[in-house]
């Protein structure tokens, strides 16, 4: 057995020896508290940052999926882009046939939701994990003059508006062909985004002549970025024309994602996009009215 000598007394070695120990105090808990919660304000938006970041890399690498199969499709059809939407019928609700079901053969993407089990602008590479209502398709539109409506289109009345080609279209690595959008009202969305000079600025382009000091968003601004309140039980009214769910949505940390003419995708910001230089496009179902002298302005 030993024995030692601790402060006057023998203890043996089966004798428990308690050390001094002092406690935090209240302060020194409140400033630990206060330095943790003081790091967690700092990380927190970080850590939202980058997964948002995340989320907006996934939504690219989709658009630029959907940019070669739409690439694929332009050069099998001698460089003609496809309808946005056309019917085999007008006079048949179940006759539509919307762009994603004519690229299907290129892209093997899109759920089989539409007439006559066609396939709708959803699931896999049509969406974008930050959008709020999943359930609603066409999450990125396309450009309206460019893909327009088809002729046999119930509301068309039989006339005709010109699918735009490839070749006719100046500065194609300037063009944006799709666009992340906002969500529309209901269970579904607008197919395309809007492209026409009011809807975006007001008076570029005066008897002919662009005036680029005036490119801008300032209109869309105002009306863009922005969601409606979705309900995938009611069905959409499509009376929001250049509005939420037809301007871009700038979700990923103040950017939107963007796929051009050239096939190249790409984020930007709000006041990156230029109508005039980005959207305008005299060709397509824009190139009657320009014909016209009407359009854009």
């Not at 001698?78 to 290129?106: A, C, H, L, R």
């Not at 089990?117 to 969406?127: D, N, T, V």
């Not at 209502?133 to 002729?151: E, I, R």
Request: proline content about 7%; aromatic content about 12%.
């Amino acid at each position: 057995m030993v024995r030692v000598m601790v402060r006057g007394k023998h203890l043996t070695s089966a004798t428990p020896v308690r050390a001094n120990r002092s406690a935090f105090t209240l302060i020194e808990l409140l400033v630990v508290i206060a330095i943790v919660a003081i790091l967690a304000a700092i990380l927190f938006p970080v850590f939202a940052q980058a997964r948002e970041k995340a989320r907006g890399m996934s939504c690219l690498s989709n658009m630029r999926q959907l940019a070669l199969g739409l690439a694929q499709y332009v050069q099998d059809w001698d460089e003609t882009f496809p309808m946005g939407q056309f019917w085999t019928n007008p006079s048949d609700p179940n006759g539509q046939v919307v762009w994603s079901e004519s690229i299907k053969p290129y892209t093997k993407q899109g759920v089989a939701g539409g007439p006559l089990g066609r396939s709708i602008p959803l699931g896999g590479i049509y969406e974008c994990p930050s959008y709020p209502a999943q359930y609603q398709p066409s999450k990125f539109g396309y450009h309206l003059d460019l893909m327009p409506d088809g002729a046999s289109c119930p509301w068309q009345n039989g006339s005709m508006n010109e699918v735009a080609r490839l070749a006719e279209i100046d500065s194609p690595t300037d063009k944006i062909a799709l666009m992340e959008k906002g969500v529309n009202d209901g269970n579904s969305s607008w197919l395309q985004f809007a492209t026409w000079e009011w809807d975006w600025v007001d008076y570029v382009v005066v008897n002919g002549q662009p005036d680029p000091a005036k490119d801008g968003m300032n209109i869309a601004i105002g009306k863009g970025d922005c969601d409606f309140i979705g309900n995938p039980s009611v069905g959409s009214t499509f009376s929001n024309w250049a509005t939420c769910s037809m301007l871009p949505r700038f979700r990923h940390n103040a950017t939107t994602e963007v796929m051009f003419l050239d096939g190249h995708a790409k984020s930007m910001t709000r006041n990156s996009i230029k109508w005039y230089k980005n959207i305008y496009i005299p060709v397509g179902s824009a190139k009657q009215w320009t014909r016209e002298g009407w359009y854009p302005y």
